[in-house]
């Protein structure tokens, strides 16, 4: 046997073997496994009984249409698996495009400009190498079925007998993972029925937002019973129910939770704490910061685009209208933002107008506690000032979770500089799903004891008779964190000196302290504002 024909078998075999891959590979990570690809396509086969009964030029014809086909849903497979990955959820082809921007711009603020480009080369190289060695293999293979009629008929007709038999006894090596595939078609169909099902949900959430119980509230009737307070809006990034439940993290962060109820306490406050579900899992913040804003659930980039676009009571804007001054500080606001003027901000603090002089932390522009002293010292520091509103976004506990900063004495963090020194003493960063699983998870868990013991420390020493805080998780951190099936609840808690203001959430049910336990109520995010205005409402 020559070389040409040895090379000419070993291309027709790869080409075999990539086509049966992208025929039963899974979408998902939970079932990529061996096992998984020990399974018959029923879409081969009828796609190579197709190829047989059709004439020669057609039959080329339909082998690119069905190599394109089979190329482009291998593509959304791979998006699949990494939006699970991540986010914990498969893509949606029709409103998810915009997070691969936001997926661009983390990779740029982890690992630099070039980083990015060459994430995104890659990324494209990857695409195209796909849809083209796809097709030129569907091609390939035809030519063999063609060459090779009676043994590929006999072929399909002897695996389409077994294929129903496995089918009618439900065999399986794999659990939940059946032998009779027809996993690349129930993807197409699945996908097609997410888009059509967004075109719905446009309709759905359009009446939605139509109603609002507060819209028509008078100004003077908002918010009564805060009436000279400072209330602080807070969320920490990725901090969920795992964080405080997982056996992993819990014995260190409800430690940190409890030594942090004894300090709150010596200062004079007190807290109430509860889950929240939010609508998002493993990123996307400002879904949930829109849904805890709005009191609707804004799950997709659709619903928070149509939001933005609405004139809907915030919770920031109610404040505002109530004679609060309102500002958002947002470390995380590296580029132009104009959805700031839906929120109803007198002030936004973007990353640029806290004056930090140190280093980034990966994501995170700067430590937690900097951007919580800034706020300070922005606002509530200066003599005489009107009650405020903020809403404060804390990213330290951003993936990829290293490098991390130490706390410091507050006298001591001056313009940032400080932590010039810090920023050489962890490794550099990497993408969360190229690392070790069990270093990644004691890198988030650190991460979350910073940023609660950062704001435990503020109120500590800032926080004042009037201070009222809301803390809360954003969303639930990646899968490779707290595995696949995770809830998407999230701790909230809310702190105050002034008993009376807790004497008001005393119907809510919140358990005592800053940690909520297994049985504390679960709200959905979207109730937190209707509620919130009714109880401190008059």
Same mark, same amino acid.
């Not at 399974?39 to 690119?64: D, M, N, T």
């Given at each position: 046997?020559?070389? /040409?024909?040895?090379?000419?078998?070993?291309?027709?075999?790869?080409?075999?073997?990539?086509?049966?891959?992208? +025929?039963?590979?899974?979408?998902?990570?939970?079932?990529?496994?061996?096992?998984?690809?020990?399974?018959?396509?029923?879409?081969?086969?009828?796609?190579?009984?197709?190829?047989?009964?059709?004439?020669?030029?057609?039959?080329?014809?339909?082998?690119?249409?069905?190599?394109?086909?089979?190329? +482009?849903?291998?593509?959304?497979?791979?998006?699949?698996?990494?939006?699970?990955?991540?986010?914990?959820?498969?893509?949606?082809?029709?409103?998810?495009?915009?997070?691969?921007?936001?997926?661009?711009?983390?990779?740029?603020?982890?690992?630099?400009?070039?980083?990015?480009?060459?994430?995104?080369?890659?990324?494209?190289?990857?695409?195209?190498?796909?849809?083209?060695?796809?097709?030129?293999?569907?091609?390939?293979?035809?030519?063999?079925?063609?060459?090779?009629?009676?043994?590929?008929?006999?072929?399909?007709?002897?695996?389409?007998?077994?294929?129903?038999?496995?089918?009618?006894?439900?065999?399986?090596?794999?659990?939940?993972?059946?032998?009779?595939?027809?996993?690349?078609?129930?993807?197409?169909?699945?996908?097609?029925?997410?888009?059509?099902?967004?075109?719905?949900?446009?309709?759905?959430?359009?009446?939605?937002?139509?109603?609002?119980?507060?819209?028509?509230?008078?100004?003077?009737?908002?918010?009564?019973?805060?009436?000279?307070?400072?209330?602080?809006?807070?969320?920490?990034?990725?901090?969920? /129910?795992?964080?405080?439940?997982?056996?992993?993290?819990?014995?260190?962060? #409800?430690?940190?939770?409890?030594?942090?109820?004894?300090?709150?306490?010596?200062?004079?406050?007190?807290?109430?704490?509860?889950?929240?579900?939010?609508?998002?899992?493993?990123?996307?913040?400002?879904?949930?910061?829109?849904?805890?804003?709005?009191?609707?659930?804004?799950?997709?980039?659709?619903?928070?685009? #149509?939001?933005?676009?609405?004139?809907?009571?915030?919770?920031?804007?109610?404040? /505002?209208?109530?004679?609060?001054?309102?500002?958002?500080?947002?470390?995380?606001?590296?580029?132009?933002?104009?959805?700031?003027?839906?929120?109803?901000?007198?002030?936004?603090?973007?990353?640029?107008?806290?004056?930090? /002089?140190?280093?980034?932390?990966?994501?995170?522009?700067?430590?937690?506690?900097?951007?919580?002293?800034?706020?300070?010292?922005?606002?509530?520091?200066?003599?005489?000032?009107?009650?405020?509103?903020?809403?404060?976004?804390?990213?330290?506990?951003?993936?990829?979770?290293?490098?991390?900063?130490?706390?410091?004495?507050?006298?001591?963090?001056?313009?940032?500089?400080?932590?010039?020194?810090?920023?050489?003493?962890?490794?550099?960063?990497?993408?969360?799903?190229?690392?070790?699983?069990?270093?990644?998870?004691?890198?988030?868990?650190?991460?979350?004891?910073?940023?609660?013991?950062?704001?435990?420390?503020?109120?500590?020493?800032?926080?004042?008779?009037?201070?009222?805080?809301?803390? +809360?998780?954003?969303?639930?951190?990646?899968?490779?964190?707290?595995?696949?099936?995770?809830?998407?609840?999230?701790?909230?808690?809310?702190?105050?000196?002034?008993?009376?203001?807790?004497?008001?959430?005393?119907?809510?049910?919140?358990?005592?302290?800053?940690?909520?336990?297994?049985?504390?109520?679960?709200?959905?995010?979207?109730?937190?504002?209707?509620?919130?205005?009714?109880?401190?409402?008059?």
């Amino acid at each position: 046997m020559t070389a /040409r024909r040895v090379a000419a078998r070993v291309a027709t075999a790869l080409a075999g073997l990539l086509v049966l891959v992208a +025929l039963i590979a899974p979408n998902g990570t939970a079932h990529l496994t061996p096992g998984a690809f020990v399974r018959i396509p029923i879409e081969g086969l009828l796609g190579v009984a197709l190829l047989l009964l059709l004439p020669a030029r057609s039959r080329r014809v339909a082998a690119v249409l069905a190599g394109v086909a089979l190329g +482009l849903l291998t593509i959304l497979k791979i998006f699949d698996m990494g939006f699970a990955a991540v986010l914990a959820r498969p893509f949606d082809p029709v409103i998810d495009w915009v997070l691969l921007g936001a997926a661009v711009g983390f990779v740029k603020a982890s690992f630099g400009q070039l980083g990015a480009i060459g994430s995104v080369a890659a990324a494209a190289v990857l695409a195209a190498a796909v849809l083209l060695l796809v097709t030129l293999s569907v091609l390939r293979l035809t030519q063999l079925v063609v060459r090779r009629r009676t043994i590929a008929t006999r072929a399909v007709a002897a695996l389409g007998v077994v294929w129903v038999c496995c089918a009618l006894l439900g065999a399986q090596i794999v659990p939940g993972v059946p032998v009779a595939a027809g996993s690349a078609a129930g993807l197409a169909y699945d996908h097609a029925l997410q888009m059509r099902a967004d075109l719905r949900d446009r309709k759905a959430f359009a009446a939605q937002l139509a109603v609002d119980p507060f819209r028509n509230t008078p100004d003077d009737k908002l918010l009564t019973a805060l009436r000279g307070k400072d209330v602080v809006l807070t969320f920490i990034e990725s901090y969920g /129910r795992s964080a405080i439940q997982d056996p992993e993290f819990a014995p260190q962060v #409800d430690a940190l939770l409890a030594d942090g109820d004894r300090r709150l306490a010596a200062a004079g406050f007190a807290a109430r704490s509860a889950f929240l579900t939010s609508p998002t899992s493993g990123g996307g913040s400002w879904l949930a910061h829109s849904t805890l804003l709005s009191g609707l659930w804004i799950d997709n980039q659709q619903r928070y685009r #149509d939001l933005e676009a609405s004139d809907r009571l915030t919770l920031t804007s109610a404040f /505002r209208r109530a004679s609060w001054r309102t500002v958002g500080v947002m470390p995380g606001v590296t580029s132009d933002w104009p959805e700031a003027a839906f929120y109803g901000y007198d002030k936004l603090y973007a990353s640029w107008d806290l004056g930090y /002089r140190g280093p980034r932390f990966s994501f995170a522009t700067m430590p937690d506690q900097y951007t919580l002293l800034a706020f300070q010292r922005d606002e509530r520091e200066i003599p005489k000032h009107p009650p405020l509103m903020a809403q404060i976004v804390l990213m330290s506990s951003h993936a990829p979770w290293s490098p991390l900063p130490r706390p410091v004495s507050w006298a001591d963090v001056g313009d940032g500089s400080i932590y010039d020194s810090m920023s050489g003493e962890n490794a550099e960063p990497q993408a969360i799903l190229t690392r070790d699983p069990t270093r990644v998870r004691t890198d988030y868990r650190t991460s979350i004891e910073y940023s609660l013991d950062s704001l435990i420390s503020y109120v500590e020493t800032y926080g004042g008779d009037n201070l009222v805080l809301v803390f +809360l998780g954003d969303h639930q951190p990646a899968p490779i964190v707290v595995g696949d099936g995770a809830s998407r609840d999230v701790p909230i808690t809310i702190v105050a000196h002034d008993r009376a203001v807790l004497d008001r959430v005393s119907g809510w049910g919140w358990q005592n302290g800053l940690k909520p336990g297994p049985q504390a109520p679960v709200w959905r995010m979207d109730a937190f504002r209707d509620r919130f205005l009714t109880t401190f409402g008059p």
